[in-house]
């Protein structure tokens, strides 16, 4: 009897100390913008009160919320810096609004060495592109500065992007960059048709990169996958306006790394100039473009609807033209459906000094918009296979 209620005493304890704990590690606190001074009329600047918000968050040994509520605030360029001392969540029910265009600046949000970070609500990202999209140089020099992108992630981990909406970026709108394990799902990323180089969003030097049940339109790449990007899958994504699901550019400079493990899946393009798209410089830089999977996706009315480029010359300011010394291998395209508005549905144009190796082309079914059945052409593909495909064989 007496061992009997020690042993239960014990347990009861250690459960007790237990609790406690748990409870302690999974406390949560908010740390409202509006208590740190922020001014939600959209003209105040609120930079200074979000960081300090920030900040403390960061520092909360627990769950940090960093809540901004519903209001239209003014926001500067910010970091919100890691490492944190514990889970950090940013949710944003209001509408933060950009600077306007102003010469020097490179950068607007920036989420730098956050482990384990939620960004959500219902709120949105303003980035007053409209100020900025004057400026683009880049139709007139390939050195063009580029403008601030709405959200930059560099060195995040294990991070949630949800229910998020950004409009109007002065560049990309999201960047995720040097960055492992992050999800971005139903996501509203919006900008004019001819807002130049406003990507929805781009990922580069990352990997397991998860982008999910999002509509993006804007006036360039919905999605793009840079050099270093690898295990990316995207699915469930509504394209366009824009230029299509882009692989690349690739390269362009010296020391990029390979692109490795990109599935794309249940997709629907619609009005887009390219649907499919990979992407490489005719440069001497070599890397490898390797398991790339296209499968189930739906195309309206899109121009080139499955485009290898390895010419790719933005505007036409590209000095040598070489042969792109990128190795493309192992794409496959599988249930491709939909319309061409040109004449070329399918269009492999691979590199003379590095042919395209395995390519598999599997119940493409693309018809054009105009008059008379739609063509494919091929130039320096190595192995390529067919099946059920709709589109005539390169041959
Ligand atoms: C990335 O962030 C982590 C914290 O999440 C930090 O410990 C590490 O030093 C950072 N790495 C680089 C290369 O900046
Ligand atoms: C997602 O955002 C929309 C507004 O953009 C809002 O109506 C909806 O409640 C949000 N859903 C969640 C789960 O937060
Ligand atoms: C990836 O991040 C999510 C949080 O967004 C986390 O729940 C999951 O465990 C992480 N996966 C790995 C393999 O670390
Ligand atoms: C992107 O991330 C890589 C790897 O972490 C880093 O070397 C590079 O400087 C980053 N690029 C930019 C533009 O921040
Ligand atoms: C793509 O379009 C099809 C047919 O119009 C639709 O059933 C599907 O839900 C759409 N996919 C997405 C991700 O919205
Ligand atoms: C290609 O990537 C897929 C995941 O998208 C993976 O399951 C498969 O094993 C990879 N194949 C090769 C040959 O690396």
């Known amino acids: 009897m007496g061992l009997m209620s020690s042993t239960f005493l014990r347990a009861f304890i250690v459960r007790l100390f237990l609790t406690i704990v748990s409870n302690v590690n999974a406390q949560t606190k908010v740390f409202n913008v509006m208590s740190y001074g922020a001014v939600a009329d959209g003209k105040t600047d609120n930079t200074k009160s979000f960081l300090s918000a920030w900040n403390d968050a960061c520092e909360w040994r627990g769950e940090g919320t960093v809540l901004v509520p519903s209001g239209t605030y003014q926001l500067g ?5 890691g490492v944190c001392n514990g889970k950090m969540v940013f949710n944003v029910d209001g509408t933060i609004k950009a600077p306007p265009y102003s010469p020097g600046d490179d950068r607007w949000i920036v989420f730098n060495h956050v482990n384990d970070l939620i960004v959500t609500g219902n709120g949105v990202f303003d980035g007053q592109g409209a100020t900025a999209w004057p400026h683009n140089s880049c139709d007139q020099s390939l050195n063009c500065k580029p403008l601030p992108p709405s959200l930059y992630f560099q060195n995040v981990t294990n991070a949630l992007v949800k229910n998020i ?3 109007n970026s002065k560049q990309f709108h999201f960047i995720i960059n040097g960055s492992t394990n992050v999800s971005m799902s139903s996501l509203n990323i919006r ?7 406003t990507d929805g969003i781009h990922v580069g030097n990352s990997n397991n990169i998860h982008i999910s049940q999002s509509t993006i339109g804007t006036g360039d790449d919905c999605i793009s996958l840079g050099p270093g990007s690898k295990s990316v899958v995207i699915t469930d994504v509504n394209c366009g306006p824009g230029h299509g699901i ?3 550019s690739l390269g362009r400079y010296a020391g990029e790394e390979d692109v490795i493990g990109i599935y794309v899946k249940n997709c629907n393009l619609t009005g887009t100039t390219n649907g499919l798209r990979i992407k490489t410089w005719a440069s001497p830089q070599s890397l490898l473009a390797y398991n790339l999977t296209y499968k189930n996706i739906h195309m309206d009315n899109v121009q080139n609807p499955i485009f290898i480029d390895q010419k790719y010359c933005p505007n036409s300011l590209c000095q040598s033209q070489g042969s792109s010394q990128v190795q493309i291998e192992l794409v496959k395209f599988i249930n491709i459906m939909g319309t061409s508005s040109s004449l070329v549905a399918v269009d492999l144009k691979c590199s003379k000094s590095k042919p395209c190796k395995g390519i598999e082309l599997n119940n493409i079914h693309l018809d054009y918009n105009g008059e008379g059945p739609s063509t494919a ?5 190595n192995q390529i296979s067919y099946q059920n495909e709709v589109v005539p064989s390169c041959t």
């Open 191 to 197: 900008a004019p048709s001819d807002s130049r180089n």
């Open 246 to 248: 882009s692989v690349g």
């Open 77 to 81: 360029a910010i970091n919100f810096k």
């Open 377 to 381: 052409t091929c130039s320096n593909v």
């Open 165 to 167: 909406t950004s409009i």
